[in-house]
Nanobody
Framework: QLQASGGGLVQAGGSLRLSCSASRRTFSSGAWFRQTPGKEREFVAAIRWNGGSTLYADSVKSRFTIAKDNAKKSVYLQMNSLKPEDTAVYYC??????????????????????WGQGTLVTVSS
C-alpha cells in the first residue's frame, strides 16, 4: 500500500529527496527508517498528519526534513549534506486513519503496520 522512490547514488555533501505515496488511504503518521546489512532498522524521522509535528533522530537533525502533502497522500524525506554513513536502504512506514501512534512510539518500527519496499541510498566519499 506504500510506494517509495527517490533513492540513488550521490556524493558526500549532496542531496536526495525520497517520496512515499499511499495512493488511496489517509495517513495518521508517516515515517522513514533505514537499515544497513547486519543492523536493526533505525528510526530517521516521523510526521503526524494532523498538526504536522515532526520527530528526528539526532544523527539527521538539521540535515534531513520530513514533509507531507495531504492532497497527494504522500510523505517526503529531503536529505541534505549527506554523509557516507547515511548509506542504507530507506523504508517508509505508515499508519492510517483511524489508527494513531502515540508520541512515545513514533520512533518504534513495531508501531507501524504498513511499509514501503525500500529504496537504496548510497553516499560516496
Amino acid at each position: 500500500q506504500l510506494q517509495a522512490s527517490g533513492g540513488g547514488l550521490v556524493q558526500a555533501g549532496g542531496s536526495l529527496r525520497l517520496s512515499c505515496s499511499a495512493s488511496r488511504r489517509t495517513f495518521s503518521s508517516g515515517a522513514w527508517f533505514r537499515q544497513t546489512p547486519g543492523k536493526e532498522r533505525e528510526f530517521v524521522a516521523a510526521i503526524r498528519w494532523n498538526g504536522g509535528s515532526t520527530l528526528y533522530a539526532d544523527s539527521v537533525k538539521s540535515r534531513f526534513t520530513i514533509a507531507k502533502d495531504n492532497a497527494k497522500k504522500s510523505v517526503y524525506l529531503q536529505m541534505n549534506s549527506l554523509k557516507p554513513e547515511d548509506t542504507a536502504v530507506y523504508y517508509c512506514a505508515a499508519e492510517f486513519v483511524p489508527v494513531r501512534i502515540i508520541t512515545s512510539r513514533l520512533h518504534d518500527p513495531s508501531a507501524y503496520h504498513y511499509w514501503g519496499q525500500g529504496t537504496l541510498v548510497t553516499v560516496s566519499s
